[in-house]
């Protein structure tokens, strides 16, 4: 399985950014989707995700700022980020777990200045 995600940027706090990863290979129709996050000095964490069955988890953190949702075409995930903040700063992998195997993308960084 590969992931290819949109390209992040630089955003002013308050702002949103929009996010994309479009996964292609052997995709199995029962997985997990989604966003983590890695800051410069910080463990790399969860940012939210959904099923297939569309089922969804968040970090406390995003909660009611992030959306996280699919594609039409079920291998494509979105991470919408509305009133970014400037700790939101970080690389932000996609994430595609299935068959008890999970597979990263190559990260895009975000950065939200203030």
């Known amino acids: 399985v590969q992931l290819v995600e949109s390209r992040g940027g630089l955003v002013q706090a308050g702002g949103s950014l929009r996010l994309s990863c479009a996964a292609s290979?052997?995709?199995?129709?029962?997985?997990?989707m989604g966003w983590y996050r890695q800051a410069p000095g910080k463990q790399r964490e969860l940012v939210a995700t959904?099923?297939?069955?569309?089922?969804?988890n968040y970090a406390d953190s995003v909660k009611g700022r992030f959306t996280v949702s699919r594609g039409n075409a079920e291998n494509t995930v979105y991470l919408q980020m509305n009133s970014l903040k400037p700790e939101d700063t970080a690389v932000y992998y996609c994430?595609?777990?299935?068959?008890?195997?999970?597979?990263w993308g190559q990260g895009t960084q975000v950065t939200v200045s203030s």
């Open positions: 994430y595609h777990y299935q068959l008890d195997h999970g597979y």
């Open positions: 959904i099923t297939s069955s569309g089922n969804t």
């Open positions: 290979g052997s995709i199995y129709s029962i997985n997990v």
